[in-house]
């Protein structure tokens, strides 16, 4: 028998669902391997300060998760690997190598995502109305119920919108390319930030658009450099990510949101406002949604402050454009999954979704402060709250060499390249996502990997 003793006094909600999960993480890490008897209900009831109740729900809510099997006389033990759930056979949930993957920007990793979700999915089992809702074709904006709630939800994150100004969208990523493909046509002309989300490119991309990079700095785009483009040939319609570009976590100053309006006012531009990278309220400056609201399209995302694999999101827009963009979305995929919907909505709803954001905020703080010590020597950009490292290498260091070199070394990055708008050269840095190491020790040893690299002659000089 297992002396196994979860700790589950960090995790919120009824104390039977967080002995459920912490089993579940057991088995996931291999803490518990299979065949292996969980502790009498009684002994764990004792050591945990819980009724023997308690134990006895977690257990059987961890046996309908699919991770134990109960035996009458015998006790409660891990499933052997032939009698797991169809579809934990069929994919591992993440890749098994030990490379530190910090190239994609993820929110940090916490138990509260896989409870949640799993709190959520047994409400939705539970819930007739739900489940009439996720066997049902539902308007291609989604359901006015969940507009509403998402709405209320995001007022509470202090983003300012109303419900009937919303369109559900499958993810961030829907929203920008449901736009680009609905107000504009092929062969016209995007601007955004000389390095902007690579997702916005290939999006313009597959919408055959031209796209033109503005140039920025510390205080966001160059409206005399935009001004000048509106001259010679108008965008169509300009992305912009104001709190947070990404990569390099530059904010648009309020200055030049007041500029940027004017000049999109004055040429006839649509404003496409991505704002997934999330900050809290107080780091945020003032929405286009709201200095512009008759030309602005809003784009959010719950997978930086939930989780990426709902591919839940909302998009803002004016009225007018609503039933348009309404008609893209069916064109698309009829409608976004009322399923998933609910979940979010179940989600946010509980206590765990501000705890987790909570978390979040302090952790990616932390993180930023870390990363700053390890690399004092270096050039950093990035939001204080921000997810993304921006770092300027060296002379003589280029990047795509540097990135082979820390890929060797088991931490993976991304150079510059594909965030480039246009065929202006890439400038010889590298973006880090401190959010998607594991954890700080993680995150740490990657970031004396980065620095070691740095600091290994011979790098190819840059050739000109």
């Known amino acids: 028998m297992t002396i196994w003793m979860p700790n589950i006094e960090p995790l919120p909600g009824p104390r039977y669902r967080a002995i459920a999960h912490a089993i579940g993480e057991a088995v996931s890490a291999g803490k518990l391997v299979p065949g292996e008897r969980l502790p009498p209900q009684r002994r764990l009831a004792d050591a945990l300060g819980v009724t023997v109740g308690t134990v006895t729900r977690g257990y059987a809510q961890a046996e309908h998760n699919g991770w134990v099997v109960a035996r009458v006389g015998s006790g409660t033990f891990v499933k052997q690997a032939g009698t797991r759930a169809a579809f934990d056979m069929v994919c591992s949930p993440c890749d098994s190598s030990e490379a530190i993957d910090l190239s994609l920007s993820l929110p ?42 998402l709405a209320k939800w995001l007022v509470a994150l202090g983003m300012p919108l109303v419900s009937h100004e919303l369109l559900i969208t499958q993810g961030g990523q829907h929203g920008i390319s449901l736009v680009l493909n609905t107000l504009l046509r092929p062969g016209e002309l995007m601007a955004a930030d000389a390095l902007t989300y690579p997702g916005a490119i290939s999006a313009a991309q597959q919408a055959h658009l031209k796209v033109v990079g503005i140039a920025f700095d510390e205080a966001g785009m160059d409206m005399d450099a935009l001004e000048a483009q509106c001259a010679r040939q108008p965008p169509r319609l300009i992305y912009i990510t104001p709190d947070q570009n990404n990569p390099t976590g530059v904010c648009l100053s309020e200055a030049r949101r007041s500029q940027l309006v004017a000049l999109a006012r004055r040429y006839d531009i649509w404003l496409l406002e991505d704002g997934v990278q999330y900050l809290p309220v107080e780091q945020r400056g003032t929405p286009l949604y709201q200095l512009a609201p008759e030309r602005t399209l809003f784009v959010f ?44 909505c179940h989600w946010v709803t509980q206590p765990a979704a501000n705890m987790l954001l909570n978390w979040q905020t302090k952790e990616i703080s932390e993180r930023q402060k870390l990363t700053a010590e390890v690399l004092t020597d270096y050039q950093l950009r990035g939001h204080p709250r921000g997810s993304n490292v921006w770092l300027m290498l060296p002379e003589g260091v280029r990047a795509i060499e540097l990135c082979e070199r820390l890929l060797q070394g088991g931490v993976k990055v991304s150079s510059a390249e594909p965030f480039c708008v246009g065929s202006a050269p890439a400038p010889q840095a590298i973006r880090i996502c401190i959010g998607a190491a594991k954890d700080q020790q993680a995150l740490h040893s990657a970031l004396v990997t980065i620095k070691q690299c740095l600091a290994q002659p011979p790098l190819a000089p840059v050739t000109v």
């Open 108 to 149: 940090p990793p916490h138990p509260l995502r896989q409870q949640a979700l799993s709190e959520a999915l047994s409400a939705m089992s539970a819930s007739p109305a739900a489940l009439t809702r996720g066997v049902s074709y539902l308007d291609a904006r989604g359901s006015e119920g969940h507009r509403d709630l």
């Open 301 to 344: 995302s719950t997978a930086k402050v939930l989780a990426g694999g709902l591919r839940i999101g909302v998009l803002r827009a004016p009225l007018e454009l609503l039933e348009r963009l309404a008609a893209g979305l069916r064109a698309q995929s009829w409608m976004v999954p009322p399923l998933m919907v609910d979940i979010v």
